[in-house]
């Protein structure tokens, strides 16, 4: 009779690479993750160098990712920001959590226009860090709607031009942009154009991709600017 003991087969469960330059730190949590019978901590490294060389060779679903590594002296102030869009660029369905010590809201834009699908401070309790970890596999987003207020109105002020590859979007996609912006779902923007749900999905994945950007977050950040200089007219 097959055990109940680990209901999750290995081959399963999440896939999760840590970084973080403090090894008390790390090892807490692959304690914690490895606890869980569907995560499993499959690499970790104590700096940017260690993590792009090992994070691709093992293929996580998640990485944990600490924003600072090191002092400021160091060069090493928000590197894990750019550890995030490195990985992200060699592995496109990779999830980067942000982790960090500092409610930090230059930090916070940053990272989700590096890619982050989540960020969270480490005073998290335990619970809901795996609970974190989880959403983000999912293909969810981990930024509540304070975060994500604090962003928008960061992009009121002088911000660089709209990407040019706004230029590449068709009528219809720049109106699911629009609608994107507003915070609308896939659902509630069908229902807004009359279109099937799955048609709106795979417009929302074209659009991603002609702006160069991975996330839904930071398409809505563009569709923000784009507003905010309409406005401005």
């Given at each position: 009779?097959?055990s ?85 660029a060699?592995l496109?369905?990779l ?20 890619g ?63 609608l ?7 659902r509630?923007?069908?229902?807004r ?41």
């Amino acid at each position: 009779m097959a055990s109940t003991a680990d209901p999750v087969g290995p081959a399963e469960r999440i896939g999760v690479f840590l970084l973080d330059d403090h090894e008390v730190v790390r090892r807490g949590l692959r304690d914690l993750l490895d606890s869980e019978p569907d995560l499993c901590v499959v690499g970790e490294a104590a700096n940017a160098r260690e993590a792009i060389a090992r994070a691709p060779a093992v293929r996580p679903r998640v990485a944990v990712l600490d924003v600072r590594l090191g002092s400021s002296a160091d060069g090493g102030d928000h590197e894990g920001i750019e550890v995030c869009r490195e990985l992200r660029a060699r592995l496109p369905g990779l999830a980067c959590l942000m982790l960090t010590s500092f409610d930090d809201d230059e930090a916070l834009f940053d990272a989700i226009m590096a890619g982050a699908a989540g960020y969270v401070l480490k005073q998290i309790n335990g619970s809901d860090l795996v609970s974190a970890v989880r959403t983000v596999a999912g293909g969810r987003s981990m930024l509540d709607p304070g975060a994500t207020a604090r962003v928008m109105a960061r992009l009121r002020g002088p911000q660089p031009s709209v990407p040019v590859e706004l230029e590449r979007l068709s009528p219809r996609e720049r109106e699911i942009l629009e609608l994107i912006g507003e915070g609308l779902t896939n659902r509630q923007i069908a229902e807004r154009l009359f279109l099937a749900e799955k048609t709106v999905k795979n417009r929302i994945s074209a659009i991603l991709s002609k702006l160069g950007v991975g996330r839904r977050i930071q398409a809505a950040v563009i569709a923000e600017r784009i507003r905010d200089r309409r406005a401005a007219e």
